[in-house]
DNA sequence: CGTGTTTATCGTCAGGGAGACGACTATGAT
DNA sequence: ATCATAGTCGTCTCCCTGACGATAAACACG
């Protein structure tokens, strides 16, 4: 290696970009806000900034996280104190294409985030220019669930009506594309898809959330016996609910466990 | 989100760092090469080396990957075309700790690179600056597989006879670490073990890679039920070969498959 | 040249987990 | 009362895995 030479520092601007998963309406969706100023001026891209002076990665992702949703992340290791508004943080991959951001060199380091079901997203105090999107309408995956499917409902906001929306800003659609990937994969081998309930839930609320982030049913005998078999998945939290309609189902915490082992099976095909 | 100001794009530098890992005396081995100067000089650390500008971060880690051992990266995407000396390389994690390096505000984009089992190290031709080093010997693990295990041999080069050596520079124990925990844990749903053959190799051959990398004893037996049985993993190569000494054994090449379903399972405990 | 050693490869058998699906329970809606 | 909806328990079969016996084909010795 050569002796070290200034040119060969070249600056760097680091940014961090999020995507925030959250399951509404039976499907997966992602936060996208709108671009106030150029380059991509009024398109939508994920949320993220810069990571400032003497900042942490994972702090600079946490800070955005709560600038544009109030969400507190808990770090992986530790379990959630309080399982309420907190979600999970964890990164999920840099992206430093030299021609990424026309402007000058950025590397970003895009982190993943889960998140239990919002109210509304806020975006630091401008209302509309925060929404949530489903993945398959920004990704382009059209294939619903079961019967209705993704595009039900009625108040589905601006964008689109049916095909795929205008595509996000920058290389925001390969980062998400990639954090939707590991958000599907990781729930299989990981108890992570109790972070996008809230504290208390069911087990069919669990399901659903399967459902949604693989786009597929599942046999709701078998996940009940599969969650409920698996030790640590699950604790029962003593009451029960009826909100889902149907006969009241048992309330759960998630357990300490964080790895399943034997996995959650994804059904092929 | 306040108006963009000029002091919210602190300069960063950007590097690249490499986990190479490779097999040899049934041993998981790695990569580092001595520093020439400060910080940390005199001690091992991983390789790397700045991005360049226009340059990807990819690009910067095959570079640094050609650089220190002669080994062209092939995309995972792609089937290896010769998997001759080609080594599998994919971007890891980042680590941007504040002050992880004295000097400034440094990002390393680390990468994993596996490779078989190569000759000898060199380092950009200074010969005895760069060497393997066994996974356990630098984290401190120690568990040998079977019987004589990782510290047989004598020609063991420098660096401490029995206990831990000295700790890496910077954060890259934990970069190691982190690399490590990602080629254990990929070899089980994939066929990335393959990286760490020659283009031909026998079933005991690739399951002597399971055993270094994991650490533990596998069934002959059922391996190789296992992973002749796996559609797309292994393709006959029409040969055999008897230099493991014993009966002579089939050679197969790499098949098409990359996701193996159902994974290798690592024996627990 | 036989014997032991080493490695490869084929078979067998029992246990566990998952998919498919039937049956029953408990609530609200009509 | 009846139906629709959801939750929960059981059963059955198939496949995979782990444990392990047995055979095959080379080499190293005497």
Redesign the interface.
């Known amino acids: 290696?050569p002796?070290?030479d200034p040119s060969?520092?070249?600056?760097?601007?680091?940014t961090v970009d999020l995507v925030v998963l959250t399951v509404r309406r039976h499907a997966l969706c992602t936060l996208i806000v709108k671009r106030?100023?150029p380059p991509f001026q009024g398109r939508w891209a994920l949320p993220g900034?810069?990571?400032?002076?003497?900042?942490?990665?994972g702090a600079a992702a946490a800070r955005e996280l709560i600038?544009e949703t109030g969400l507190r992340a808990h770090d992986p290791g530790d379990p959630p104190p309080v399982p309420g508004n907190g979600a999970h943080l964890e990164?999920l991959?840099?992206?430093?294409?030299?021609d990424r951001d026309p402007r000058?060199?950025v590397?970003s380091?895009a982190h993943l985030a889960l998140a239990p079901d919002l109210p509304a997203p806020r975006a630091?105090g401008d209302a509309n220019s925060a929404r949530w999107a489903t993945v398959g309408e920004l990704l382009g995956e059209d294939g619903p669930v079961g019967g209705e499917g993704a595009t039900g409902g009625g108040t589905e906001g601006e964008g689109g009506p049916g095909g795929g929306a205008e595509p996000l800003a920058f290389d925001h659609a390969q980062i998400l594309a990639d954090g939707v990937e590991r958000a599907r994969s990781k729930i299989e081998y990981s108890s992570l898809a109790t972070a996008f309930c809230p504290p208390e839930f069911t087990v069919g609320e669990l399901r659903r959330v399967y459902e949604a982030v693989w786009g597929v049913a599942l046999d709701p005998r078998n996940f009940h016996r599969k969650v409920t078999g698996t030790p640590g998945f699950l604790v029962p939290a003593g009451g029960t609910t009826t909100r889902q309609g149907g006969r009241p189902a048992q309330l759960f915490r998630a357990g300490g466990a964080t790895l399943l082992?034997p996995p959650m099976l994804r059904p092929?095909v």
Chains 1, 2 share one sequence.
């Open positions: 290696m002796p070290y060969a520092y070249p600056p760097f601007a680091v106030g100023e900034g810069f990571v400032r002076e003497g900042e942490d990665l600038e990164q991959a840099t992206y430093g294409a030299p000058m060199r590397v380091v630091g082992n092929e």
